[in-house]
């Protein structure tokens, strides 16, 4: 049978008997939607068709060309091709892929060139019809063929401009800036909307008193036109259900707003007035035709249902025909009619009724006919927000794909006007006819800019990716950026920073940028976040074939890769630096930057990041060898060899320690790790040493205070002997006998320091050696540590050791200052170091030192010294006020408010109160969960850089003091360096008794 036919379709026109005319239209009938069509019509196909049997990459037809044949594709398909210019010949856009059923090539019924170029795809099976055979099938079933084309157009995207998948979309919208309610919405009318024109005007025409005539305008023929107001009259008398004239006139809108009736010089949407109006098929003499009584007989059948389905689309044209005119024409009963409207879009819901007023005049109706058509493109300037009423869009991002589908009723492109940002993605139409309604920045900006939805949410794949929340108004502040970024997931969040917070969006008073440096160690190990840094930066590498909007894009990223690593090693500096992955992506960076000349803009980042790279890999060698050591009693951490010619040496974490493990005997081990080895390490070794026989699951590493408290290390805990209170000692014991653990005798006592008569150093040079010695120590410490320590020693294997030995100070000065009195047996020797002492705050106050300030007066305010009230009541009334004026400085109540206010009116360079900044820390900590369901807390994070950013400031500026009269220098300064003193509050407090006995009453 298949031979038959193919037999019968061989033989030409001529030769053809009824058999095989009746086999071929067999033939014709399996082919959907060929087989829509009479079989009166079937059989002339059969009778004048040919059969084209077509290799691969044959070319029917091209662009330009005048053409001669109609085609029904049988077996295989095509490809339609199009040239958008000369200087594109080399490179066709394909437009579509046509399949079996497709029809191609109508365009000899109007003697029209070929607007595309048609290649076979595979081999290939068609019919082939000509001109005149084609055009006389045509006129007798001219409906039928009309909407198989149309079909056939619709499913294939044909002339779109783009295959009508959006996988590779490429065509950007026709201008849509000035709507046009003259023109049609959509590119060809949809078959209904044909059917109800067409019956339409078959009775227009068949009607004697017809207003649809030949008339003459400016001398020229206007074939079948009638005025509005005519049209309108018409509609009126011939169905008893239009009630209005506006209702009428909606109706004609309904049709001209699909191309089906049109004004004669495409000037008007369709009015109620003397404008003249035609239909579609009547402007081209081709198709223009009179109707048969079997036409007026099918109309008539069809107008009852064609006026109703009419009525119910006027009301939505007419909207739509206002909504597409500029706003000074809008009248005020339009207005209202848009207002009505807004009222019912939920995108506008938390929108309040004066602003949806103000909308209904600027607020624009836009449409785009074909599936695969861009909106715009990630990376364009935003210059609208839109509301999507009919269809569905794709969210399309750059590595990604399509990470969400949009449908009727959301919103998108909010984001890239409310922060002055690129847009975050691209948004390509899902399907033909999208209804969006648009706001265009300046209106936004105006309108809603203020009013904006408090939180935004970005989805890809259904699930949240990003919530961003308005940011209140501060006064004097004028940040771009009107939404923060609340949660996220840390790639999303890392994406929404390179877009909008690098190039030239850099804003000094936003912190998201800085949020993010300080913080993410928290959410994004460096690991990960130099991979994707890396996957950014390379993301070109596999893809040649990209358009000119990719590349522009793709090399503004990379751009904005290099200023991220630039100011990320200048937040991070050494903690960056140490790790070779981050080292190894620069050089990458550095080679292609000076491979590309596109990105020599970035020639000075690039620099920049190597020599501090250079700078630290030299430091590190000259530095390599570097030692520490816990002195046995109690000192403060030193360097024990090793480099010395900077004062402020920072410990690394694979710089060695030398320090003591006891256990409960009391014998000791002394041994030398690196910083970052862990408590499990040490523990294994101690116990070896110490021949401790058991598992080192048995065991543990323990810090027993010199009270006799107790505190267990995790086997992950590491900068384990920094991390010792003042008097403290490691000791390494079996678990069950912990608590069996007792102090080393010596731990009561005090720590060991130079003993120098206190009396003959001048207490401003006291102040003076604090606080060079604290800032050197202070200067040293990393954000970082503050992030380390908050978490625990164990959270991110990453050494507090530069904290834990600020702090440590703070204590050793606070003890110091208590041994000191208690030690003092003589009353007058008490009341004289009690007046340097309060001296001492004071200056040290004066010098910004407000940590060895606190230190000082809450040693004072000391129990063990706060009791001693004779040796208080000796001392000068104005030592006692200033004291007092002390007390309420540090007094802790409404979180610290005195302090806080003090502190913020003063200048760097300062040394803060640091048990504060790490109470706030543990407060956000304990406060907030890091994760939220799922997603990044990046408010915590926020709340956590806020402190480490308290920090920065205080040293940005370095100290710069006047040095004190040399006579005193070198005593003062050791003794600083080095202070005695007694943790053990019962000890200091049996003391204090000693020197004044409580009087019983
Ligand atoms: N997951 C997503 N990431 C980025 N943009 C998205 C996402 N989902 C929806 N969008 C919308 O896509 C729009 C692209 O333009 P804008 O950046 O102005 O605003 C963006 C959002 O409104």
């Known amino acids: 049978m298949a031979m038959e036919w193919i037999t019968a379709m061989d033989k030409r026109p001529c030769d053809r008997n009824l058999r095989d005319v009746e086999l071929i239209s067999c033939r014709l009938r399996r082919v959907e939607p060929l087989c829509r069509l009479p079989s009166s019509a079937l059989q002339q196909l059969a009778m004048c068709g040919f059969y084209e049997d077509l290799e691969k990459g044959v070319t029917l037809f091209r662009a330009g060309e005048q053409g001669r044949f109609w085609y029904a594709v049988l077996g295989g398909s095509l490809e339609v091709r199009y040239h958008a210019s000369d200087a594109d010949a080399k490179a066709p856009v394909t437009l579509c892929t046509l399949g079996v059923g497709a029809t191609f090539g109508e365009s000899i019924l109007h003697d029209l060139p070929r607007d595309s170029t048609v290649v076979t795809k595979t081999t290939c ?566 021949q401790l026989n058991r598992g080192a699951e048995d065991l543990v590493l323990v810090e027993v205070k010199s009270n006799g408290e107790r505190a267990v290390f995790k086997d992950n805990d590491v900068s384990i002997p920094t991390g010792l209170s003042l008097n403290g000692r490691l000791f390494v014991t079996v678990k069950d006998h912990v608590d069996a653990v007792t102090p080393l005798p010596e731990q009561e006592g005090p720590t060991e320091g130079i003993d120098i008569d206190l009396e003959i150093l001048s207490t401003k040079d006291l102040a003076f050696y604090i606080t060079i010695y604290d800032w050197d120590l202070f200067w040293v410490v990393h954000e970082y540590e503050l992030l380390y320590r908050t978490f625990g020693r164990h959270h991110f294997g990453k050494i507090t050791a530069n904290l834990d030995v600020f702090l440590r100070r703070f204590n050793e000065l606070q003890y110091w200052i208590v041994t000191d009195i208690v030690s003092a047996s003589s009353m007058s020797k008490r009341v004289g170091l009690l007046r340097k002492f309060i001296k001492l705050a004071a200056y040290c106050k004066e010098y910004n030192n407000l940590n060895a300030f606190f230190a000082i007066v809450m040693g004072l305010s000391n129990m063990a010294v706060s009791r001693l009230t004779q040796t208080w009541d000796k001392i000068p009334s104005k030592f006692r006020k200033l004291f007092q004026e002390f007390e309420a400085l540090i007094d802790p109540s409404r979180n610290h408010r005195a302090y806080r206010v003090y502190v913020g009116k003063l200048q760097p360079p300062l040394i803060p109160f640091m048990p504060l900044l790490l109470k706030d820390m543990t407060f956000a900590h304990e406060g907030n969960k890091t994760s939220l369901d799922g997603l990044v807390n990046f408010e915590k994070m926020h709340m956590m850089a806020q402190t480490m950013r308290t920090m920065r400031y205080c040293r940005s500026r370095t100290i710069s003091l006047d040095p004190p009269s040399p006579k005193s220098e070198g005593d003062a300064r050791s003794y600083i360096c080095c202070l005695r003193s007694i943790d053990n509050q019962r000890v200091l407090t049996a003391m204090s008794q000693k020197l004044e006995p409580t009087r019983k009453v």
């Not at 049609?184 to 227009?204: C, D, K």
């Open 125 to 690: 099976e068609l019919l082939r019809v000509e001109q005149q055979d084609f055009r006389l099938i045509w006129e007798k079933n001219k409906e039928l063929i009309n909407d198989i084309i149309t079909t056939c157009k619709l499913k294939n995207g044909f002339g779109s401009g783009v295959s009508p998948v959006a996988s590779s979309p490429t065509k950007r919208p026709l201008s849509p800036d000035h709507p046009n309610p003259a023109l049609p919405i959509s590119e060809s009318p949809s078959p209904a909307m044909n059917r109800m024109g067409w019956a339409l005007r078959t009775l227009l025409l068949a009607d004697s008193s017809s207003c649809l005539k030949d008339r003459k305008v400016a001398g020229k023929l206007i074939r079948k036109c009638a005025p509005g107001t005519e049209l309108v009259d018409w509609l009126l008398n011939l169905s008893p259900i239009v009630h209005t004239r506006a209702q009428a006139a909606g109706m004609w809108q309904a049709l001209l707003e699909e191309g089906v009736l049109s004004h004669v010089n495409k000037e008007q949407p369709f009015k109620d007035k003397c404008f003249l109006y035609r239909f579609r098929v009547d402007e081209d003499s081709a198709t223009s035709s009179y109707s048969t009584s079997e036409d007026i007989n099918t109309a008539n059948e069809h107008i009852r249902e064609s006026i109703s389905a009419l009525l119910q689309r006027g009301p939505d044209a007419t909207l739509r025909m206002i909504l597409r005119k500029p706003s000074h024409e809008r009248t005020p009963e339009e207005l209202e009619l848009i207002f009505e409207e807004l009222l019912h879009i939920t995108a506008l819901s938390h929108l309040s009724t004066s602003i949806k007023r103000e909308l209904s005049s600027i607020i624009v109706f836009e449409s785009h006919a074909q599936a695969g058509t861009i909106l715009f493109n990630q990376g364009d300037e935003g210059r609208s927000w839109y509301i999507l009423l009919k269809g569905s869009v794709d969210v399309v991002i750059h590595g990604k794909g399509t990470v969400a589908t949009l449908k009727n009723g959301d919103d998108f492109g909010k984001l890239a006007l409310i922060n002055d940002a690129p847009r975050a993605a691209t948004i390509v139409l899902k399907e033909n006819n999208c209804h969006l309604l648009r706001v265009d920045k300046e209106h936004f900006n105006r309108i809603l800019r203020d009013v904006e939805a408090n939180t935004l949410r970005l989805q890809e794949h259904g699930k949240d990716v990003l919530v961003l929340e308005r940011v209140a108004k501060q006064r004097g502040q004028h940040s771009a950026f009107k939404y923060t970024v609340m949660s996220g997931t840390p790639s999303k969040i890392l994406e929404h920073l390179l877009e909008t917070r690098l190039g030239n969006q850099v804003s000094s008073l936003d912190p998201f940028l800085d949020d993010f440096l300080l913080t993410n160690m928290v959410f994004m190990p460096v690991i990960q976040l130099v991979d994707e840094l890396a996957n950014y930066f390379h993301c070109d590498v596999n893809d040649a074939a990209q358009t000119p909007e990719d590349r522009e894009y793709i090399i503004n990223f990379k751009k904005r890769v290099i200023q991220f690593m630039h100011k990320w090693v200048l937040v991070a500096r050494h903690t960056a630096l140490d790790e070779p992955c981050v080292c190894d992506f620069i050089e990458e960076m550095a080679l292609e930057v000076e491979a590309n000349p596109e990105l020599s803009e970035e020639t000075s980042n690039i620099h920049n990041l190597l020599t501090q790279k250079a700078r630290y890999q030299e430091d590190r060698k000259q530095n390599s060898a570097q030692k520490w050591k816990l002195p046995p009693n109690g000192q403060p951490v030193c360097l024990f060899s090793g480099n010395t010619t900077s004062s402020r040496n920072t410990m690394h974490p694979d710089d060695d320690i030398i320090f003591r493990v006891y256990c409960a005997d009391h014998t000791y081990c002394t041994l030398r790790f690196p910083l970052h080895t862990t408590a499990e390490i040490i523990k294994a070794c101690a116990a070896e040493k110490l």
